[in-house]
Nanobody
Framework: QLQLVESGGGVVQPGGSLRLSCATS????????IGWFRQAPGKGREGVAC????????ITTASLRDRFTISRDNAKNTVTLQMNSLKPEDTAVYFC?????????????????WGQGTQVTVSS
């Protein structure tokens, strides 16, 4: 059974950094993408970044590209989201998700397997 478990969230001051991890297990696909999404209170789920299983190609939302980096460790079956220079508007629940197919941030409906989410709060 495919599982995704996020970790690494917490409370951080503006300007700080956090590293989120998505531990994956149970994959039987060869060709898939892992995406990070976030949902702030009262808002819809927003795509942050994704990475593909073949070749490691990535997509990051343009407005976050200079601060957020997605990477993967195939040996550990983990996808990581490094977040730097955090701002209060980055406060949200962050989810990782999987889809069989190419990397896309077109919307959460393209992903059919989700983790439970991890809270990130940026506050002084």
């Amino acid at each position: 059974q495919l599982q995704l478990v996020e970790s690494g969230g917490g409370v951080v001051q503006p300007g700080g950094s956090l590293r989120l991890s998505c531990a994956t297990s149970g994959f039987t696909w060869d060709y898939y993408a892992i995406g990070w999404f976030r949902q702030a209170p009262g808002k819809g789920r927003e795509g942050v970044a994704c990475i593909h299983s073949k070749g490691g190609s990535t997509i990051t939302t343009a407005s976050l590209r200079d601060r957020f980096t997605i990477s993967r460790d195939n040996a550990k079956n983990t996808v990581t989201l490094q977040m730097n220079s955090l701002k209060p508007e980055d406060t949200a629940v962050y989810f990782c998700a999987a889809r069989g197919g190419p990397c896309t941030l077109s919307g959460p409906d393209w992903y059919n397997h989700w983790g439970q989410g991890t809270q990130v709060t940026v506050s002084s």
